[in-house]
């Protein structure tokens, strides 16, 4: 059902305890050594769920809640398949009367007391809920996910972490495990469902419901620069912010890379205009973030293009004598051909030269052609004297 293979190397050791202390959890699993202690009372479930905490247990999802509900969850559903008697913890009226939101309920928490009994029972709640929403399958790919440690907010490429073996680069990870923060990003890329109200009705303290609303802006903001950026990726600095929540950092590089673009969208739409070939250096340097750099580039590529229309639109229709005699020795139009050779060549002050060449020889042709005539007549006058 959890869709990840039996997580320990070694074998699973189970041990009797005994406490002292009443409020005693009847299990607990120790994930470094492979070991679920058990009390002397406790009947077979408590070591399904322990069994289950092999898997969720601070290594795949960071929070409490989140271990111990879908601990619970997946426990209660192996009991169930092999028909062993399970105690389901139960969301009453009287539990909920302790609610507090589930990112309140710590591990400092006294064993027993009413916030514990209603973290589990919440927790459960909270877990069976986000099944029927999603799908056991989708929860399976998010646990795949975690366990990998990649994060949400792939590249389209990337997107899919059972299929990184088909793709060029392998997709983007996490240092750690994810967070309520990670878990929500990866449910809803899963799932393409907005859960923002659930985590608000059941995760969220009243301090961390601010971020929620950036998030949803951040997103918003992060599917228009997708849009617009096209086939160019966006640089994983962004990708990294937001699966930070660091929205303040994401809006700020997301505008930078939405200034680039429309940058990129000017001088290819003059270099189709100028029938002219530009490079994919600045594509490269914005999918590395270097969004200074791109930006320059594409300034230097729109300043070259700019001499080679102002050259072009020098050129005149006029075939007067005068002018056909200053064009004799003359090659403009090879010369627009040599500038965009090298604009092509990201050769820019040869590019502007040659381009500069051109317009010269076009915009003098008349004044030259009237200089050499005025010279031959002159040399000729001469002769005949």
Do not use: C
Not at 88 to 95: C, G, K, M, S, Y
Not at 106 to 135: H, I, K
Not at 254 to 277: H, L, N, S, Y
Not at 332 to 355: M, N, V
Request: aromatic share 6%.
């Amino acid at each position: 059902d959890i869709g990840v293979g039996w997580p320990l190397d070694g074998p699973l050791v189970v041990a009797e305890s005994a406490s002292r202390d009443d409020g005693a959890y009847a299990g607990v699993f120790d994930p470094a050594e492979g070991r679920m202690e058990v009390a002397y009372w406790a009947g077979s479930d408590v070591m399904i769920n322990q069994a289950a905490h092999a898997w969720f247990n601070g290594s795949l999802l960071a929070d409490r809640w989140a271990d111990e509900g879908f601990a619970t969850f997946y426990a209660l559903r192996a009991a169930a398949e092999m028909g062993r008697a399970a105690e389901r913890p139960a969301l009453t009226d009287e539990v909920a009367a302790a609610a507090v939101p589930l990112n309140a309920w710590t591990r400092d928490e006294p064993p027993g007391s009413d916030v514990d009994t209603y973290g589990y029972a919440a927790s459960l709640a909270l877990a069976t809920a986000l099944e029927e929403r999603v799908g056991a399958e989708v929860l399976a790919s998010v646990w795949a996910d975690a366990q990998a440690r990649v994060g949400a907010s792939q590249p389209p490429a990337a997107a899919d972490s059972r299929a990184a073996a088909a793709v060029a680069d392998p997709p983007e990870t996490l240092a750690e495990a994810p967070d309520w923060r990670g878990l929500l990003d990866l449910l809803e890329a899963r799932s393409g469902e907005d859960l923002t109200g659930v985590w608000r009705e059941w995760v969220v303290r009243p301090e961390e419901a601010a971020p929620l609303d950036a998030r949803a802006d951040a997103r918003s903001t992060y599917a228009r620069t997708i849009a617009l950026a096209g086939p160019w990726r966006l640089p994983r600095s962004v990708r990294d912010a937001l699966r930070a929540w660091d929205f303040e950092t994401a809006d700020s590089l997301m505008a930078g890379a939405r200034t680039v673009i429309a940058q990129r969208d000017t001088v290819e739409q003059m270099a189709e205009r100028d029938d002219a070939t530009l490079t994919t250096t600045m594509q490269t340097l914005f999918e590395s973030g270097a969004m200074a750099e791109a930006s320059t580039h594409a300034e230097r590529q729109r300043a070259a293009l700019l001499a080679i229309e102002e050259a072009v639109a020098a050129r005149s229709a006029d075939d007067d004598i005068l002018s056909r005699i200053g064009m004799v020795g003359e090659r403009p139009e090879q010369s627009i051909r040599q500038a965009k050779l090298l604009l092509a060549q990201d050769d820019f002050e040869g590019s502007t030269a040659a381009a500069g060449r051109a317009l010269r020889a076009w915009t003098v042709a008349w004044e030259e052609g009237r200089r050499r005539a005025l010279l031959g007549l002159a040399v000729l006058a001469m002769l005949l004297v």
